[in-house]
């Protein structure tokens, strides 16, 4: 529900090019279906001109309300159409947490 809510506040805000929200919760040392870990790839023109900071401070206003609450942990992938398409489609892959599965 959570990553569901994150997605359409993103899509309303950034009209992106592409969007991709995965909840990584499950990677981390939480309670089954905890919602509380994100990784989201976007990639949308209103980043033009912008440096990384500030796409996340634009990112960070639009999900406050998520962020005051269950979720504990937001990784952030931000490019422009350009960078994207430099990238070859790819974002890099998260890193395992220390403690992962170690909740029981």
Same mark, same amino acid.
């Given at each position: 529900?959570?990553?569901?809510?994150?997605?359409? +506040?993103?899509?309303?805000?950034?009209?992106? !090019? !592409?969007?991709?929200?995965?909840?990584?919760?499950?990677?981390?040392?939480?309670?089954? =279906?905890?919602?509380?870990?994100?990784?989201? &790839?976007?990639?949308?023109? +209103?980043?033009? =001109?912008?440096?990384?900071?500030?796409?996340?401070?634009?990112?960070?206003?639009?999900? %406050?309300?998520?962020?005051? =609450?269950? &979720? !504990? %942990?937001?990784?952030?992938?931000?490019?422009?159409? +350009?960078?994207?398409? =430099?990238?070859?489609?790819?974002?890099?892959?998260?890193?395992?947490?220390?403690?992962?599965?170690?909740?029981?």
């Amino acid at each position: 529900m959570i990553r569901e809510q994150i997605e359409i +506040k993103l899509r309303t805000a950034f009209d992106p !090019h !592409h969007l991709e929200v995965h909840d990584e919760s499950y990677r981390h040392n939480v309670p089954a =279906g905890a919602e509380s870990h994100f990784k989201v &790839v976007l990639v949308s023109d +209103k980043f033009e =001109g912008q440096r990384f900071l500030q796409r996340h401070r634009l990112i960070y206003a639009e999900l %406050a309300e998520e962020l005051a =609450g269950s &979720v !504990h %942990a937001l990784a952030l992938h931000t490019y422009t159409l +350009k960078e994207w398409q =430099g990238l070859q489609d790819t974002v890099p892959a998260s890193p395992n947490c220390r403690g992962a599965g170690t909740l029981a």
